[in-house]
């Protein structure tokens, strides 16, 4: 099997030679594009959770042998939660060569942080299978680059640090208000705004609502912090 061009040239950007190509196409396959013929991504992600979960747990343990359990946990959230797959996913491309059906595609299923993580994940397991262990670490922390190393610093959720900002300047917690929601009711996207008493707020949308709620915490974050 050969890859299409878009395809090709992603796995080139990941730096890894399939020898079996028909595990990408199979791992950016959303199971809204699956059809007989046609497997979809959701057994790789399942896969390549355990995988990812594994290399980033063994990078953290070995690159701060000081650092206490408690420590490496918050670290290993972070660099392992759905979002941090979603913003790797968007760095190197992976939207773009997703393969979705048409409902998701008018909903903005190439930038759902949802569809990104899971796929990333899939991405994961087809290099895994593709060529063992130490093909995939190489990948992700490559990928990951810098995220490892900064996790002890970065490792705190946006809401968590939005909060934390507001108290630090004497203000209210923010509120987060749900605007609106669209799509199926198996996978609703919600439009989620979050505001500080200050009058300084703003908007994003994602499914579930508890992703919508982080990344309208880190839109406003951006916005107050600059």
């Known amino acids: 099997m050969k890859l299409a061009a878009d395809l090709n040239a992603f796995a080139r950007t990941l730096g890894h030679d399939f020898a079996k190509p028909e595990l ?3 791992a950016v396959t959303h199971s809204s594009m699956a059809t007989a013929h046609r497997d979809d991504n959701q057994r790789l992600e399942f896969l390549g959770d355990r995988v990812l979960n594994l290399v980033i747990a063994d990078a953290i343990f070995a690159a701060d042998p000081s650092a206490a359990e408690g420590e490496l946990a918050v670290r290993y959230n972070y660099l392992v939660r759905k979002e941090t797959c979603a913003d790797v996913a968007r760095e190197w491309g992976l939207g773009e060569v997703l393969k979705i059906g048409r409902s998701e595609m008018k909903s903005g299923g190439r930038r759902k942080t949802a569809i990104l993580g899971d796929a990333l994940e899939a991405v994961i397991a087809a290099i895994y299978l593709d060529a063992g262990l130490d093909a995939v670490r190489a990948v992700i922390l490559r990928i990951w680059g810098e995220r490892i190393s900064t996790a002890a610093t970065e490792s705190k959720d946006a809401k968590t640090a939005l909060q ?5 300047r004497g203000i209210q917690p923010p509120k987060y208000t749900e605007i609106s929601r669209e799509g199926p ?20 949308s994602d499914t579930p609502k508890r992703l919508a709620e982080q990344a309208a915490a880190e839109a406003l974050l951006q916005k107050v912090s600059p």
């Open 24 to 26: 990408l196409v199979r």
């Open 185 to 204: 009711d198996h996978a609703p996207v919600f439009l989620i705004e979050a505001r500080l008493e200050t009058g300084e707020a703003a908007q994003a």
């Open 164 to 168: 934390e900002w507001a108290q630090a």
